[in-house]
């Protein structure tokens, strides 16, 4: 399980526009003020900002503490996060999310990854040179976000890969939550934070995700 909200690595970074940013895009929407007062989040320490995906939840407060205990349902230790984050790194690029994909980006990086491997989550995984495993994986992972109605047949070569049925499963559960997050912030076009701004012009994003 997540250890608390602050390890949320695709929700819960902290928010502050980058100077200077003016290419970056502006939310279709205006993001709430999230204030100590009107928070939904009981836990949220005074004085942290807030992930612009976070305030948006705001807009409707029944939903902030549902989707928080979703994210910390799906970013369990069932799969290993080394493992999530290039899940949510292959969703989000198939999706052209780019405020997801430098949130994973930018964990994948922490993590010491190489730019090899981030070129190679942005293009077919078919085509990578991954183990096995992960490629099985991964290829799930993709084909969701791409093509749905391809799942059995990619859970199966998942099984075959050497998955376990809950482990296929969370991929399953895990790539879809990354699906909705992506949408989550493509509708409110969502500005990037402080810890993984991003240059939308770059045609791999994941090299530039985190650079200042």
Known sequence: MVRDLSAMVIVCLPFTLQAGEGKMKS???PLPVVTAENSQIPTWPEGRLMANSM???HYNPDLVMPMIRVGEAVQNSILDYGLQMKIAAVVSARNGCMYCICSSARALNADGTRDTLMQQLQRPIKESSLATKEKAALILAEGITQDPSLSGLLVEQALEAGWNNQE???????????NMMNRIAEGFNLPPDEYHPYDPETNLPMLRCGQQ
């Open 27 to 29: 939310p279709t929407l």
């Open 55 to 57: 305030r948006a939840w």
């Open 168 to 178: 296929v499963a969370q991929i399953i559960f895990f790539s879809a939550y990354m």
